[in-house]
């Protein structure tokens, strides 16, 4: 069975740093295109980053250098560390995969297969 379980959301004032972490069971993450996808409430999901296998990174454009993707293939994890983190970036942050690093190349918005349940990030003025 194909898991995904983020962690590490909370409540933090503009300018604080968050960590959200995406633990993977089921699945390599070392395999597979991974990545970050945020949905605000009233509006759209919009990507964030994806990771492909080989390491290659696509950030959305809103993203100016404050978010950094990650993983560690030993714990099977994927992480997503945040910085100088606004108001506006509050949403609820899913961690998603996908087997066709395909989609990490060269689909945007980015395509998933298999999603986690989320983790609310909320940034306050």
């Known amino acids: 069975q194909v898991q995904l379980v983020e962690s590490g959301g909370g409540s933090v004032q503009a300018g604080g740093s968050l960590r959200l972490s995406c633990e993977a069971s089921g699945i390599s993450v070392s395999n597979y295109c991974m990545g970050w996808v945020r949905q605000a409430p009233g509006k759209e999901r919009e990507g964030v980053v994806v990771l492909g296998r080989d390491g290659t990174t696509r950030y959305g454009d809103f993203v100016n250098g404050g978010f950094t993707i990650s993983k560690d293939n030993g714990k099977n994890t994927l992480y997503l560390e945040m910085n100088s983190l606004k108001p506006e970036d509050t949403a609820m942050y899913y961690c998603?995969?996908?087997?066709?690093?395909?989609?990490?190349?060269?689909?945007?918005?980015?395509?998933?297969?298999?999603w986690g349940q989320g983790t609310q990030v909320t940034v306050a003025s």
């Open positions: 998603a995969a996908d087997q066709f690093d395909y989609h990490c190349r060269y689909t945007w918005p980015p395509v998933f297969s298999t």
